[in-house]
């Protein structure tokens, strides 16, 4: 992570003194990639007015997926996919950043798969001059009908043999989400050898949840088994191999990863 952290540090940097302030850098990467570490470690190395929104942190409520789940498809009940975010939010936080004014930024806790209270948000004064976006689909493109028809994985034979949940996720993309991500200034993608390491790599953070949880005297036990990782991340599959199949083509900074995270290459 030290060598992602230099080579994206130097780039900001030269983006930074190109761009008007504050500039909307987008950091894509696959779950467990390195993006949180990576983001801290900008805000601390680039020594500018700075603040972090993770897309994880624009998860819908439970019970406002238990509506799309009902009234869409059964698998929206997940978080993960577009859709289970709330983008009218993440558009309003990055313009008002834009615009230089105060914001709050919002906080989910994947423990308990619920936002936190507008209360726990987390105040940022203004003006910034870095807002980092970080997420596993920031600035994802949508992929064509040909593209969608036959299932990736087992989660979409069982679950999804018609379709319909590939055309929800891929509409929200196409939509909604191009609308948020036209905000973005700048996209760093942090590409994964193949969607392969990502079941080691999102083992590793519920393995580090659970013991946050038991140092917090909260349960283990929210934290997912490797059996649940597993499942979980078919939902996220797809659009995982899309973005390393065409995003590095369009990303302003591609850096590829070996297994254990390090840069094994530059675009």
């Known amino acids: 992570m030290t060598a992602s952290l230099e080579i994206v540090a130097q780039a900001a940097s030269v983006w930074l003194e190109a761009s008007p302030r504050p500039l909307i850098l987008g950091i894509c990467g696959s ?8 983001a801290r470690g900008l805000v601390e190395r680039l020594g500018v007015r700075a603040a972090i929104l993770s897309l994880d942190d624009l998860y819908l409520s439970r019970a406002l997926r238990a509506d799309l789940a009902r009234e869409v498809h059964p698998l ?3 978080r993960g996919v577009p859709l289970t975010h709330d983008v009218a939010l993440g558009c309003a936080i990055l313009d008002e950043v834009k615009a230089g004014r105060p914001v709050r930024l919002p906080r989910f806790d994947k423990a308990s798969d619920e936002p936190l209270p507008e209360t726990q948000w987390q105040p940022v ?3 910034l001059d870095l807002l980092i976006f970080e997420g596993w689909c920031v600035g994802a493109a949508a992929q064509h009908a040909s593209e969608r028809v036959e299932p990736i994985n087992d989660l979409e034979r069982e679950h999804d043999a018609d379709g319909r949940w590939r055309r929800a996720v891929n509409a929200a993309l196409a939509g909604p989400y191009q609308a948020l991500f036209a905000r973005i200034d700048r996209l760093v993608l942090l590409a994964a050898p193949g969607f392969e390491v990502v079941r080691d790599w999102r083992a590793q953070q519920e393995a580090e949840l659970r013991a946050t949880l038991a140092a917090v005297g909260r349960d283990p036990a929210l934290a997912m088994t490797d059996a649940q990782v597993a499942r979980f991340i078919q939902h996220y599959e797809r659009i995982t191999r899309a973005i390393l199949d065409e995003m590095p083509g369009r990303a302003d900074l591609t850096l590829r990863l070996d297994p254990g995270r390090e840069v094994i290459g530059k675009t």
Do not use: F, H, I, V
């Open 31 to 38: 779950q467990g990639s390195g993006k949180s570490t990576l």
């Open 125 to 127: 004064d203004a003006p």
């Open 76 to 78: 929206l009940a997940t």
